[in-house]
């Protein structure tokens, strides 16, 4: 009986633990591997990831957090040699934060029938200070190579009871995955797997403590273990793919008593989340300082009382005076004050300045609370879940919306990074309501071009362009610091045999109005020439050349972010001697209801050809269930465009 009940032990603890893999133990045959089984397009593989999370206590400290994590990858080729730099990052504050300790690390080569170990050394190890609160431990590995295999391990020790999000897939495949989470017996943790992730992980629960063996411990312990975890595949038009991963994260809800009853509730709603951070001396309090800008305001503003005037003015005063140090956070960095003085912050010390100004002018000015694009959806209400401020103006029954981080920007042009649906207002008295953050009006690229088929073949003209709102404001940050020079060589790119010339950018400084481009251009392989007949596509070198859509199933919905529309206008005029042998058809497409449509028309008039062709994305989401429909409708503009016209000697 007694071998029996040691036998049982042990098989509980194996269940527990998994099937660990010690640190070293790399074999020639995973050296060897060429290629991982699972998916043979993997530029590299994570062939061991065991994470673990627990707490300790002591009489000194207290309650400190331990994550301990130990990973083996295998670089297959060189798109996999961005896997031998890893980055850790770290929370802290000025009395305390988190800690990275124990970091070893090992190149794994096959060399001459042996393995050859080469340990992760001082200075491949780096520190950086990413903001106030956060800091970047970077290690790269040495001798990294095709077939090489990198091995690391470390710990995180943390005061803080919140535990951080827990990735359970990469965007390279995991051949085993073990993950044990043991939360403190006296706090109550909400647990939240992604719901939209495609890979869902199985979760045991566990009644488990390491202190005291097997027993009742109220879901204290949760335990993942995974083989073949597939690769999280990024995709055309995908948005942030981080909304797709499979990941656990934790809400701190509560203190239980020793009988696994709520003590004390404190789980968060996105109310008290809002209350909270309007408080903080950081956010709110922020506001109300008004007395350092007084006299600079009154300058700048005079008699003005029209309240869109002042706000406008308010804006391009702030962009001209506090410039951006592209640090994101919902809380300032310096304070409104200091940023003001030294002429630079974050994103919260620039928009809770604009709110403060607008404010002592008796504007309705309120902060919006984002979590931006690249910060993803949160999947509950947490205070992680902002990490971006901007403001929202009423002036009327409208409402404007302020990122004054943004230059080139004009209100209710928010950057991109800045539309993810929705952004939680925090009003002067204390309440909160959430509003869209979407783009309403398709953004226009129209273009005119004029061609000329010379004696030679080759082809002249000019293209007009003219682009209003996000097409406007993409060209011009793309295009703000560009010399002439510059600017043609980037026009010129990807364009076939092209040169360009008489360039002229207007209205590239004024936020307000569309950006006109226009420029002549030579283009030397436009024609084929085969007998006695001329083969060209009207569109040149504008057209759409290949569909980035090519998978024949999609898993994530395709995000164009902003609804948009491409116009052409094309006027040809027909070489002496030459006339029309055919034209492309005339064609419209329409895609779920008017959601994208496309027309394409063209006509002869005289010595003329004349085309209108025309790209409209209404809704700039398409759900995977779409794609299909989506993908064939897109390739079929591309087919379209390709088309050409033959012309034939008169």
């Not at 431990?137 to 535990?163: D, R």
């Not at 300082?289 to 503003?301: A, P, R, S």
């Amino acid at each position: 009986m007694r071998y029996f009940i040691i036998l049982v032990t042990l098989l509980l603890i194996n269940t527990i633990t998994g099937q660990n893999i010690e640190f070293g133990s790399v074999s020639i045959e995973e050296l060897q591997e060429n290629y991982y089984s699972q998916d043979s397009s993997a530029h590299a593989a994570i062939l061991y990831l065991k994470e673990t999370i627990d707490f300790e206590h002591n009489q000194t400290s207290g309650l400190k957090q331990k994550r301990d994590v130990h990973v083996r990858i295998k670089i297959y080729d060189k798109e996999g040699f961005e896997w031998a730099t890893r980055k850790v990052t770290l929370f802290e504050t000025r009395s305390r934060g988190e800690k990275l300790v124990d970091l070893t690390g090992s190149t794994y080569n096959y060399v001459n029938g042996a393995i050859k170990i080469e340990n992760l050394k001082d200075d491949g190890i780096f520190e950086e200070n990413m903001s106030k609160y956060f800091k970047a431990i970077s290690f790269t590995f040495p001798n990294v190579q095709k077939g090489s295999i990198i091995e690391y391990k470390y710990s995180i020790i943390s005061p803080y009871l919140a535990i951080d999000e827990v990735a359970l897939q990469y965007s390279i495949p995991i051949k085993k995955l073990d993950v044990l989470i043991s939360k403190p017996k006296t706090y109550k943790y909400n647990t939240v797997l992604n719901p939209k992730s495609h890979f869902q992980p199985k979760l045991k629960y566990l009644d488990y403590s390491e202190n005291k063996g097997m027993q009742v411990n109220y879901d204290r312990v949760i335990k993942i273990l995974e083989n073949d975890v597939p690769s999280l595949e990024t995709e055309p038009f995908s948005g942030n793919v981080n909304n797709y991963r499979a990941k656990l994260n934790f809400e701190l809800s509560g203190t239980l008593t020793q009988y696994g009853t709520v003590s004390r509730d404190f789980s968060a709603s996105w109310e008290k989340i809002s209350k909270t951070i309007s408080e903080s001396s950081r956010f709110g309090l922020e506001s109300e300082k008004k007395g350092f800008y007084k006299k600079d305001l009154n300058e700048l503003l005079g008699d003005t009382v029209d309240e869109l005037k002042v706000t406008n003015l308010v804006e391009n005063y702030v962009k001209s005076k506090v410039k951006w140090n592209n640090q994101y956070g919902k809380y300032t960095q310096k304070g409104i004050r200091e940023a003001y003085k030294q002429g630079e912050g974050n994103v919260a010390d620039i928009n809770l300045l604009v709110v403060s100004m607008l404010r002592s002018r008796g504007i309705d000015a309120n902060p919006v609370l984002v979590s931006t694009r690249n910060n993803g959806v949160p999947l509950f209400p947490t205070k992680n879940g902002f990490n971006y401020v901007i403001c929202m103006v009423k002036i009327g029954s409208n409402h404007l919306f302020i990122d004054a981080t943004e230059p080139h920007a004009i209100n209710n042009l928010l950057p991109k990074r800045v539309l993810n649906w929705q952004g939680l207002v925090v009003l002067e008295e204390g309440s909160n309501k959430w509003v869209d953050l979407i783009a309403n009006n398709n953004s226009i690229d129209a273009t005119a071009l004029n061609i000329k088929i010379e004696d030679d073949y080759s082809v002249s003209g000019k293209v007009r362009k003219n682009m209003t709102f996000y097409r406007a404001l993409d060209y011009r940050k793309k295009y703000f610091n560009h010399t002439n020079e510059e600017h043609i060589k980037s026009l010129e790119s990807n364009k076939g045999d092209i040169e360009i010339s008489e360039l002229n950018y207007e209205s590239g400084n004024d936020n307000s109005q569309p950006v006109k481009v226009t420029y002549n251009y030579k283009l030397s392989d436009g024609v084929d020439e085969i007998g006695d007949k001329l083969y060209f596509s009207p569109l040149l070198f504008l057209a759409i050349k290949e569909s980035p859509f090519k998978l024949e199933e999609r898993k994530y919905p395709i995000d164009f972010v902003i609804p948009f529309a491409d116009k052409y206008k094309i006027n040809i005029m027909l070489p002496e001697g030459y006339k029309v042998e055919s034209l492309p058809e005339n064609r419209g497409m329409e895609f779920k209801a008017g959601e994208a449509k496309f027309t394409y028309i063209a006509k002869e008039n005289g010595k003329y050809l004349q085309l209108s062709v025309q790209l409209e994305i209404n809704n700039p989401l398409i759900l995977p269930a779409d794609y299909k429909d989506f993908k064939d409708f897109y390739s079929k503009i591309v087919e379209k465009q390709a088309e050409q016209i033959v012309l034939t000697k008169a």
